[in-house]
């Protein structure tokens, strides 16, 4: 996620906005920048690569005195990580910093072009910009506003003008922004850690707000521009806390941007109806599918196969990549290797990948982290907007991997489903931000069921299909935050030999999202039930589980195609709270690394 920081008032305003980066560092980035409102212009100074980095060039350039500034810390969403691409972004009159996808920047870029307005960088963030300049004559008002209304997806702004030295406005849509309130001074921010230096109190920017902020002055509008009175907040956290936005661990935090970054994510190759535009030759896919990744990047692998065969008919192969990549496998030129991977630095997925283009076959990348090593030799990446994950168990960054292989299944089957159901289809995938709030809301009755299974000492997840696949990401998921040995287990194969190891107080998670399955599903929860095993039950409000379900937890209204992304946002909490009941240290486990670039 990329950070802002906004400063208008006495003190050195390339200080104020350095070190509020520096505090920003943690939500992770690529490159960092700042703009300095001064009487005669507003000067930029911009690099990749670290705060520190852009600290050194501003103490060695001879900064003229300024009024006002913005910051940033860029994470890469548009554009490789590089000087030219990073924030600030500017017009003749307006200087911009952003944190968000412009979903529609082509369009818009379309229609500056028509008018000989052309960027530099190949950011959304720059087209912003332009538009914004495009638009100002003189009134930032009428032309934030009018800019706002052209701009779709997400965004949090931080805006100069050059004729405006003193003042800072700030607009937002979805992505998080604060209004710093000091004394003879007064900020804007991604997040509370870059003011809490100077200042607790502060207001919350809300949808289409605007604020117009001087050192003296703070002034809101709604989005019909009319004055409007807001509540001043006061922050009680230390920083440490503050940087998890308030929550106690990064865990949960991420686990709480799930409904922003699904959407982000989907939203980047969704326009419109128009699935993957420019992309048709990746879906011309003649031979097999290989998904090869590790962890949970493989189990989203195992979730995708379900889906793409399913809808498009085109066989998948999951495997994981520190045995794929010594298997020797067997692909040919018309198949397609698909590597999933949220750091794209996996030392074992990276040689995966290394391994099927040496035999000349296409891959695919579904990456995370932009100008990861994946990403750039992937012959073609998709990424995943999840923005930085720090915890070390992934949950937002799996979620988006899994919806983007919903999508990507949809892309393959267009020719094989009608018009009607691909839209159907489409606004299901685009319910998921509602539906995933919807779980969210159940945390306490989740966190009160966690509190019964923590300290068991085994614990089994059962499902079939989809279910099966969630089965194995939730027991990950418990297995390296609580220390809970778990196994996941394909419902239908228990009674193959582990229901032996059921017995009387064994607690068994059934996951029966998928209606096609749960009949038979069922049949094997009554198997395990019938020799004592606690069951809790995670399925939809409708089914009858009470002849087997000790606990339940059911979902919110939907439709199997997206039923086990709901659902994996219930299996998260469960094994999050169990952790934290446990005392363990959610966001680094014992013996984990966020990232695992060694064999
Ligand atoms: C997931 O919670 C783990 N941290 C781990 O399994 C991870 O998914 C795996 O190491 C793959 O990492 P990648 O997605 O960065 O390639």
């Known amino acids: 996620m990329c950070g802002i920081i906004g400063y208008t008032g006495d003190r050195d305003t390339e200080k104020v906005l350095i070190e509020g980066l520096k505090k920003l560092e943690y939500r992770g980035y690529d490159s960092a920048g700042i703009a300095l409102s001064g009487e005669e212009e507003i000067s930029i100074y911009k690099n990749e690569g670290k705060v520190q980095l852009l600290e050194d060039r501003v103490k060695e350039a001879n900064v003229a005195p300024s009024f006002a500034g913005i910051g940033h810390t860029r994470w890469a969403t548009h554009g490789k990580p590089s000087q030219l691409n990073s924030h600030p972004h500017r017009g003749k009159k307006v200087v911009i910093v952003h944190n968000g996808i412009i979903e ?17 960088s190949d950011t959304d963030t720059e087209i912003a910009a332009l538009l914004l300049d495009q638009l100002y004559e003189g009134d930032p008002h009428a032309a934030i506003f009018a800019a706002i209304k052209r701009l779709e997806g997400s965004y949090a702004l931080g805006i100069l003008f050059t004729d405006r030295p003193h003042t800072i406005y700030a607009v937002r849509k979805d992505s998080p922004l604060i209004i710093g309130k000091g004394q003879g001074e007064n900020f804007i921010a991604s997040d509370i850690p870059a003011i809490l230096e100077y200042t607790h109190d502060y207001f919350l920017l809300e949808e289409g707000e605007m604020a117009e902020i001087t050192k003296d002055n703070i002034n809101f509008y ?43 994510t989907l939203g980047q190759y969704a326009r419109g109806g128009n699935l993957f535009p420019n992309q048709e030759s990746v879906f011309d896919i003649k031979g097999s599918i290989y998904i090869v990744a590790c962890g949970s990047a493989y189990h989203a692998g195992l979730s995708g196969k379900q889906i793409i065969e399913k809808m498009a008919r085109i066989p998948v192969q999951v495997e994981i990549a520190s045995e794929f990549r010594y298997n020797n496998p067997i692909l040919r030129k018309e198949d397609l290797v698909v590597i999933i991977s949220q750091s794209g630095e996996t030392a074992d997925s990276l040689a995966a990948l290394r391994l099927a283009k040496a035999q000349g076959v296409p891959t695919l990348g579904i990456v995370n982290v932009r100008g990861s090593t994946i990403a750039r030799e992937a012959a073609t990446v998709f990424y995943t907007a999840a923005g930085p994950e720090i915890s070390v168990a992934t949950t937002k960054a799996y979620l988006c991997q899994v919806a983007l292989l919903n999508l990507m299944a949809l892309k393959m089957a267009e020719k094989y489903i009608s018009p009607e159901e691909l839209q159907e289809k489409l606004q299901q995938l685009f319910s998921l931000p509602t539906l995933i709030k919807e779980v969210l809301k159940k945390e306490s009755q989740i966190k009160a069921i966690a509190a019964k299974f923590k300290d068991a000492e085994h614990l089994f997840f059962i499902g079939r299909g989809q279910d099966y696949a969630l089965s194995c990401e ?14 996941a287990y394909a419902a239908g194969e228990l009674k193959h030999g582990t229901i032996s190891l059921i017995e009387p107080g064994t607690p068994v998670v059934a996951v029966m999202t998928d209606r096609s399955r749960i009949a038979k599903t ?3 929860i009554k198997e395990v039930h019938a020799r004592g095993a606690i069951v809790l039950c995670l399925t939809h409000p409708d089914v009858d589980c009470s002849d087997f379900a000790d606990e339940l937890i059911t979902l919110p209204e939907c439709s199997d195609f997206i039923a086990p992304i709901v659902g994996a946002i219930a299996t998260q909490l469960f094994a999050y709270h169990i952790a ?20």
């Open 104 to 120: 529609n920047y082509q369009e818009l870029k379309g229609e500056l072009a028509q008018k000989g307005i052309r960027p530099i």
């Open 222 to 264: 709604d989005e019909k521009k009319r004055p409007l009175e807001k509540e001043m907040l006061t922050a009680d956290w230390d920083e440490q806390s503050a940087m998890k936005g308030g929550f106690p661990h990064f865990m949960v935090k991420e686990i709480n941007e799930q409904p922003q970054v699904v959407r982000a």
């Open 474 to 487: 939730s027991s990950l998921k418990l297995k390296e935050i609580s220390y809970v040995h778990s196994e």
């Open 522 to 524: 069922a049949g094997n």
């Open 580 to 599: 934290v009941a446990r005392g363990n240290d959610v966001d680094k486990p014992r013996n984990l690394a966020k990232s695992v670039t060694v064999e």
